[in-house]
């Protein structure tokens, strides 16, 4: 049996038969070791010394001896809750674990590391074809009959759905319910984990703010059964009152952009809403959504959209605050009073950066100190025109010990040209 070019298995068996004819059987241990494909050759010698053989392909799970698990010990949680992630691995292995926002995998999925993508870049070598003085005697054939299933979901696995538990319903009248979100991270977890002589680990995480979806995957070395990786493995964070914030990562001073709110509730009745985004000297803040009264009704599982036209006026990182809150209200019907007596509030802290108008320009001044021994300073000149925009100046030196440091920083060095021009453009090239 040949895997990846060389034989991994090979055997012999006597068959005691004068007819030439008839069937036998013998096991294979399907291991990782014969992924991802195995050739399996069989061939026999006539007393005449003519050679039959036949071969075989076998698709083979596309998995690896070191068998990694993590999974959260909750399928669902609350932004800012803790979270338990269960990893279990060889004995004695060293892990990378790393959860993102599935909204920023879904930009670059194919770049996801799987079992798929690991052997995808081993090279693979599978021989074929018999020549005997220039002549091709392999006997083609058509594939087999019975169609090849391909083994591996790239990832994806299925979970038992649980039992909805249903909380109960007795509220305390007028309580509230409020949180403040300001961490919104792109990747959550992005840490080294030792596994010890246990083979499994139970860490605790501290969920971010954001509601989405986090997506959490790793993968282990281990000196015996060397390199594992394991299924992804999904937490979903949401709450059911929120608000989402939609706004641009970087704006110009004094120039306008929409700040769009989008209020959900998945509470079990409708509610009374108002929504605000809290005054500063940092920004100007208008709202362009018309309202009645100031507050407006949003049914169970809807939606409500709200614009504000901001116009900064600091520089640097900026932080906007909106609150979102829910009421009860007589315009929802009686059959969810008890539940009309809880308020909400959600509190949502995000920020931008303001940056600089006009065109930016940079001087440059470079000065030799020579110490010898001692200790030696150089007064530096910061000259600034008379335009500039108030609040964008800013300097910053370098103390480098060799003369030529800055200049070689980040240099590309290029081959002596020689030769003709082709010549010197493959050298560009490579």
Known sequence: MMVKGAILLSGQKEIRNKAWNGNFSFAINVSADLAPVAVLFVYTLHPSGEIVADSVRFQIDKCFKHKVNIKFSEEQGLPGSNASLYLQAAPDSFCALRAVDRSVLLLKSEQQLSAESVYNMVPSIELYGYFYRGLHLDDSKEDPCIPQRDMFYNGL?????????????????????????????????????????????????????????????????????????????????????????????????????????????????????????????????????????????IQTGGRKTNVWTIIPKKLGKVNITVVAEAKQSNACPNEGMERQKLNWKDTVVKSFLVEPEGIEKERTQSFLICTEGAKASKQGVL???????????????????????LAMQNLVVLQMPYGSGEQNAALLAF
């Open 383 to 405: 000259d600034l025109p008379n335009d500039v925009v108030e609040g964008s100046a800013r300097g910053f030196f370098t103390v480098v010990g060799d003369i030529l440091g």
């Open 157 to 297: 696995y299925y979970t038992a759905s649980g039992e909805i538990r249903e909380e109960n319903a007795d509220y305390v009248e007028q309580a509230i319910i409020q949180t403040v979100r300001t961490n919104f991270p792109e990747t959550w977890i992005w840490d080294l984990v030792s596994v010890d002589s246990s083979g499994s680990a139970n860490l605790s995480f501290l969920i971010p703010d954001t509601i989405t979806q986090w997506e959490a995957s790793g993968f282990c070395v281990n000196g015996d059964v060397g390199f594992g990786v394991s299924s992804t493995t999904t937490l979903e964070v949401s709450q059911p009152f929120f608000i989402e914030i939609a706004s641009p990562f970087s704006v110009v001073q004094n120039e306008q952009f929409d700040l769009i709110v989008n209020v959900f509730n998945y509470l079990d009745t409708c509610v009374e809403i108002s929504v605000q985004v809290e005054e500063s000297q940092n920004y100007e803040a208008n709202i362009n959504t018309l309202k009645i009264n100031g507050s407006e009704i």
